[in-house]
């Protein structure tokens, strides 16, 4: 079908969609007004029973603990499946050779590395406490870590994030979330059951697992990330003979 | 205009995915997929918004204070991680089929493989 069939096509079946997108819509509580009985008990208990104040934190590494899991085996296996995308048809190390030579460019990124780093930590380290958490806070420091390759080159990165310690932070932070579920298991609880000390609330170490689960999450990110962009990056600056 | 949020959200879905349908171009085409996938943010945060309530974090409010609803809050958060993942995967098979094909426009991807 050529594209402008195609856009044909997709104008009849997106106006049916349409149709039953505002039948449904209409049906659902009026904005503003969600009744929420779920998320209203969870936040009637989670300070009390939880010791913490980031709700939705709260909510994903512990009250829908397990469903994280499989969210960070989807960021484990799509990492992985980009290295063996990339790496099945790489022959040539990269050369190291990139065309941004700027030194505002590299200024800003020497200023930047170690404030972003700061606040990956700090946005990790909170995610109990305030707005943020592993997921958050790794991105983050990842992208701080790739800010070396623009401030400084593509050697000093990869001399930043050795290939064995990535794979490694990437294996242990999905492999040890999966781990500590286990070990509660045979300890007697459920899986993934919070049985940790909770802590004071508003502190760092709040939560119990939340806290434990927050920062494994984090090791997962920082590594899955690093990875795709390591493996990006050496695609990018592979040269590569002409067809 | 109670209807409004939530055919945002419907509206950009449509527009992401009429990129789909029409892309002559991978990178193109994925960026469209993302598009299409954050309408799935906007049609969370909307069910789950309440007039006069605040972020659902209790750290500088006091108990009792009237939040939005924190679910799909969480469910948003695994959204974005998803959609960052399953966009990094794609973009690097554009990689691969330029290498291979020496083009990423899905139809003549399409006219080398019948």
């Given at each position: 079908?050529?594209?402008?069939?195609?856009?044909?096509?997709?104008?009849?079946?997106?106006?049916?969609?349409?149709?039953?997108?505002?039948?449904?819509?209409?049906?659902?509580?009026?904005?503003?007004?969600?009744?929420?009985?779920?998320?209203?008990?969870?936040?009637?208990?989670?300070?009390?029973?939880?010791?913490?104040?980031?709700?939705?934190?709260?909510?994903?590494?512990?009250?829908?603990?397990?469903?994280?899991?499989?969210e960070?085996?989807?960021?484990?296996?799509?990492?992985?499946?980009?290295?063996?995308?990339?790496?099945?048809?790489?022959?040539?190390?990269?050369?190291?050779?990139?065309?941004?030579?700027?030194?505002?460019?590299?200024?800003?990124?020497?200023?930047?590395?170690?404030?972003?780093?700061?606040?990956?930590?700090?946005?990790?380290a909170?995610?109990?406490?305030?707005?943020?958490?592993?997921?958050?806070?790794?991105?983050?420091?990842?992208?701080?870590?790739?800010?070396?390759?623009?401030?400084?080159?593509?050697?000093?990165?990869?001399?930043?994030t050795?290939?064995?310690?990535?794979?490694?932070?990437?294996?242990?932070?999905?492999?040890?979330?999966?781990?500590?579920?286990?070990?509660?298991?045979?300890?007697?609880?459920?899986?993934?059951?919070?049985?940790?000390?909770?802590?004071?609330?508003?502190?760092l170490?709040?939560?119990?697992?939340?806290?434990?689960?927050?920062?494994?999450s984090?090791?997962?990110?920082?590594?899955?990330?690093?990875?795709?962009?390591?493996?990006?990056?050496?695609?990018?600056?592979?040269?590569?003979?002409?067809? | 205009?109670?209807?409004?949020?939530?055919l945002?959200?419907?509206?950009?879905?449509?527009?992401?995915?009429?990129?789909?349908?029409?892309?002559?171009?991978?990178?193109?085409?994925?960026?469209?997929?993302?598009?299409?996938?954050?309408?799935?943010?906007?049609?969370?945060?909307?069910?789950?918004?309440r007039?006069?309530?605040?972020?659902?974090?209790?750290?500088?409010?006091?108990?009792?204070?009237?939040?939005?609803?924190?679910?799909?809050?969480?469910?948003?958060?695994?959204?974005?991680?998803?959609?960052?993942?399953?966009?990094?995967?794609?973009?690097?098979f554009?990689?691969?089929?330029?290498?291979?094909?020496?083009?990423?426009?899905?139809?003549?991807?399409?006219?080398?493989?019948?």
């Amino acid at each position: 079908m050529t594209a402008p069939g195609r856009a044909v096509a997709f104008v009849a079946a997106g106006g049916a969609f349409a149709c039953l997108f505002v039948w449904g819509a209409s049906g659902l509580p009026p904005f503003g007004h969600y009744p929420g009985p779920y998320g209203d008990a969870v936040i009637a208990s989670v300070t009390s029973v939880r010791h913490t104040t980031n709700v939705p934190t709260s909510i994903v590494f512990d009250y829908r603990g397990f469903d994280t899991l499989g969210e960070e085996l989807i960021l484990f296996i799509a990492a992985i499946g980009v290295a063996l995308v990339f790496r099945e048809t790489r022959d040539e190390e990269a050369d190291g050779v990139f065309p941004i030579d700027d030194d505002e460019i590299r200024l800003q990124g020497v200023v930047l590395v170690p404030l972003l780093a700061v606040l990956g930590f700090e946005v990790i380290a909170h995610g109990p406490v305030t707005p943020g958490g592993g997921f958050q806070g790794g991105v983050i420091l990842a992208g701080a870590a790739l800010l070396v390759f623009l401030a400084g080159s593509w050697a000093a990165y990869r001399r930043l994030t050795p290939e064995p310690a990535v794979e490694l932070l990437e294996a242990a932070g999905a492999g040890g979330y999966a781990v500590v579920g286990l070990v509660i298991l045979i300890l007697g609880g459920a899986y993934l059951e919070n049985v940790l000390p909770l802590g004071e609330g508003g502190q760092l170490d709040s939560g119990g697992t939340i806290a434990l689960l927050n920062w494994l999450s984090a090791i997962a990110v920082v590594g899955s990330f690093t990875l795709l962009f390591r493996e990006f990056l050496t695609e990018m600056l592979t040269r590569r003979p002409l067809r | 205009m109670t209807l409004f949020p939530y055919l945002v959200a419907g509206w950009i879905l449509l527009a992401g995915l009429y990129g789909v349908a029409t892309s002559r171009n991978l990178v193109h085409l994925i960026i469209c997929l993302t598009v299409a996938q954050s309408s799935t943010y906007i049609l969370l945060l909307a069910v789950g918004f309440r007039r006069h309530a605040t972020a659902p974090i209790f750290g500088d409010i006091r108990p009792g204070h009237r939040v939005v609803d924190p679910v799909v809050h969480a469910l948003t958060l695994t959204d974005i991680v998803v959609s960052a993942t399953v966009a990094a995967l794609l973009l690097s098979f554009a990689v691969q089929a330029q290498k291979r094909f020496g083009t990423i426009d899905p139809d003549e991807l399409r006219a080398m493989h019948g």
